[in-house]
């Protein structure tokens, strides 16, 4: 069987296993990358090239996933995510562009959307009932924003996975991803905030807060603050001291510390926190390494190349075919993680043909995560659930201002890429 044949089936198969029979995607995952095994006339091969694809990603992500669960887990129940979100709040004098921006600033230490979404959207309900607007669109904003820098802002786990599998330069994926980011989040928030006239309300902002445990500002910020300051002074600096705590890993668990030193006093209550920060990051490393798992297989059997080669033969510009490569996969299996995990796998073998700088590709890669997210991507029924929509609803929010988004960013890269490159 032909691997264009094999991919077009397995994407089938993970779509039934998903959505219809609403198996775990842990599960769904794996047992897809037995069905390509078994397609390829390479079934022994294939148990090799599991183990080996999610070795791989439990080694890449288990530290940074972890490390971020735990301190947005701990931060959240010390009340020092409450200072953080109250200040940003009094600074932007604008509730719904705060609310973006808590969302865009967290999503990437947090090293996940989902987690940064929920510990802000009670704040967000808080907004919404205070500024008597519906719940959904302070939850939009939100939201949109925890997707533009986890999709596109270096070290997220979205751009890591794919940016080490391209060897790109690292410190041009972060500038490039960062300045493409910045405009997607604030699309977000003027979709976000389109119904409503947010101006009518800024008398009432000063009302809009949680109440505030007795803790410092240093204590809340610099778990958060210093490990991303000493991954950015690791790629850029070149002692190796620097580069040493400078890597991702590292960094984290440093914020780690501080976060458990300044909460010491909690006693039993941060060991329990501590342990459902690590179970709640054990579930979303399983979903990850059967990604790793797929998009291993798919390698195997040579998919990247075939699917690459059809798409150069349609004559479509170099830059799209990264991107509806990605779209493809992120439609079907729904994990934004996932599709980076699977797709480089594809395209590495065409980079040559397209011609693209190995940066460049990687970011229309994750332009094309944005699209299109719905039933099948876990995110979706939290956001729906949290914020009290209907699937309608959600599918018009959540959905398609990631569409927007999406296609907005693979524009800007597309006028870079003319301008630069």
Known sequence: ????????????????????????PFLSLVITSLFVGIMAGRPEDALTTISSGMGKVFSQFA????????IGLVLERTGRMD???????????????????????????????????VVFSPLAKDVSRKLNIPTGVAATSLVLGTLASFDMVYPSPVILSAASELNVDVAKIFFMGLM??????????????????????????????FEEKQVSRASAYLPICLPILLILAGVFASNPVIRFIGEPDVALLIGVMLCLGWSRSYGKELHEWVEKAIRRSGIVLLDLCGGGALGATFAMTGAGEALGNLFINLALPALLIPFLVAVAVQTVQGSRVVTMLVVPSLIMPILPQLGLPAEISLLSMACGTFL???????????????????????????????ILMGFTGLLLLGCGYIIAF
Do not use: Q
Not at 1 to 24: A, C, D, E, N
């Open 180 to 209: 493409i980011s910045l405009p997607m989040t604030f699309v977000g928030y003027l979709y976000a905030s389109r119904s409503v006239k947010i101006n009518a309300y800024l008398d009432l902002i000063k009302a809009i807060s």
């Open 1 to 24: 069987m032909g691997p264009l044949l094999i991919f077009l089936l397995s994407l089938v198969v993970v779509l039934i296993l998903t959505t219809y029979v609403r198996l775990h």
């Open 83 to 117: 200072v953080i979100a109250n200040d940003l709040i009094r600074l932007s004098r604008k509730p719904l562009l705060a609310l973006n921006i808590l969302g865009f600033l967290f999503a990437v230490p947090f090293m996940c959307s989902i987690l940064a979404y």
């Open 63 to 70: 530290i940074i996933i972890t490390a971020g669960s735990i």
């Open 372 to 402: 299109f997210s719905h039933v099948n991507d876990p995110f979706f029924w939290i956001f729906r659930d949290l914020s009290e929509m209907e699937t309608k609803e959600a599918l018009r929010e959540y959905t398609f201002g990631g």
